[in-house]
């Protein structure tokens, strides 16, 4: 049982570039979140999805795109990479139930230049 | 609105005396409140997660945490540090507990621990 998946741990890009991070859950959860950790901010919340097809914008959407396509994949996008994006990226999933509970992927650590 | 407040970005205590991780929320219906370990360079770790059923929550590693209502506080607490304890710490508010809203997460507390 793998829990949540993070593709890929590390990656350098340049300003302007684009890529897609992708988080995979294997528990059939129905939530997923994409937060973003900076030193001193804690976790902010940048996109979530409540199921399959759909998406809602948290705290810090701008300059994100994000897709559910299927239950168990959560993809984030960047479209245009800026040095303010650099940041290490967790995903998460949750269910509603009598034991509740999030997990948490390992985090993707984003660089631009 | 929810939101979360981590007295202290940084708290050093001595091998063997009492950690004290101050949280306090803000939250407009009665939350769901979770302390996270995060070490270096790695993931977060649940410690505890408050679910209403009692007041004063056990958690791993030897961490307690009691929600005062009257205070909005949630801190984190253990008797005796431990030098492996040193890492990252933080409180979240849910007010859906496991469900759409997310965590709205306080900005940290980094834990010293002194030999």
């Known amino acids: 049982n793998a829990g949540v998946t993070q593709t890929p741990k590390f990656r350098v890009l340049k300003t302007g570039q684009s890529m897609t991070l992708l988080c995979a859950q294997d528990?059939?959860?129905?939530?997923m979140y994409w937060y973003r950790q900076d030193p001193g901010m804690g976790l902010r919340l940048i996109h979530y999805?409540?199921?399959?097809?759909?998406?809602a914008k948290g705290e810090v959407p701008d300059g994100y795109n994000v897709s559910r396509l299927k239950k168990q994949n959560f993809l984030l996008g960047l479209e245009s990479a800026a040095p303010s994006q650099t940041s290490v990226y967790f995903c998460?999933?949750?269910?509603?139930?009598?034991?509740?509970?999030?997990?948490f992927g390992s985090g993707t650590r984003l660089t631009v230049v | 609105a929810q939101s979360v407040t981590q007295l202290g970005s940084h708290v050093s205590v001595s091998e063997g005396a009492l950690v004290l991780l101050r949280c306090n929320y803000s939250?407009?219906?009665?939350?769901?409140l979770f302390w996270y370990v995060q070490y270096p360079n790695q993931g977060l770790q649940l410690l505890l997660k408050?679910?209403?059923?009692?007041?004063l929550v056990k958690g791993i590693n030897g961490f307690e945490a009691e929600f005062k209502k009257s205070e909005t506080s949630f801190h984190l607490t253990k008797p005796s540090a431990h030098m492996s304890d040193a890492a990252e710490y933080f409180c979240?508010?849910?007010?859906?507990?496991?469900?759409?809203?997310?965590?709205?997460f306080g900005k940290g507390t980094h834990l010293i621990i002194q030999p």
């Open positions: 528990m059939n959860h129905e939530y």
């Open positions: 408050y679910t209403s059923a009692a007041t």
């Open positions: 939250s407009s219906v009665p939350p769901y």
């Open positions: 998460a999933s949750s269910y509603w139930g009598i034991d509740y509970g999030y997990t």
């Open positions: 999805s409540v199921g399959e097809g759909t998406t």
């Open positions: 979240a508010v849910s007010e859906q507990g496991g469900g759409a809203d997310g965590l709205t």
